[in-house]
């Protein structure tokens, strides 16, 4: 099994920044990616931005510019950072593994818990 334990989320006023992290734990050894997702309420999970490899990073656009997402191999940790925070970002914040060709949270739908993020306007 696979852990991820997000944290770093919080309430901010527009403009702002916030930096999440998520650990990743267990059955990890061919882990090769990491990556982000939100879910606003009323509306369906969606992709942030990942990271493959340690270098190869993707975003999505409403992101671009504003987020950078960054990996620690050595702690098997994955960083979000936020800046210009708008509060169309607030959301729930949930990371993902990917190990081999898998991304392990959208494999099995069980996102936990996740990481509020709070944006004042």
């Known amino acids: 099994q696979v852990q991820l334990v997000e944290s770093g989320g919080g309430l901010v006023q527009a403009g702002g920044s916030l930096r999440l992290s998520c650990v990743a734990s267990?059955?990890?050894?061919?882990?090769?990616?990491m990556g982000w997702h939100r879910q606003a309420p009323g509306k369906e999970r969606e992709f942030v931005a990942g990271?493959?490899?340690?270098?190869?990073?993707s975003y999505a656009d409403s992101v671009k510019g504003r987020f950078t997402i960054s990996t620690d191999n050595a702690k098997n940790t994955v960083y979000l950072q936020m800046n210009s925070l708008q509060p169309d970002d607030t959301a729930v914040y949930y990371c993902?593994?990917?190990?081999?060709?898998?991304?392990?949270?959208?494999?099995?739908?069980?996102w936990g818990q996740g990481t509020q993020v709070t944006v004042s306007s």
């Open positions: 267990g059955r990890i050894f061919s882990l090769n990616g």
């Open positions: 993902d593994a990917h190990l081999g060709s898998v991304w392990v949270r959208r494999h099995s739908d069980d």
């Open positions: 990271i493959i490899g340690g270098r190869v990073t």
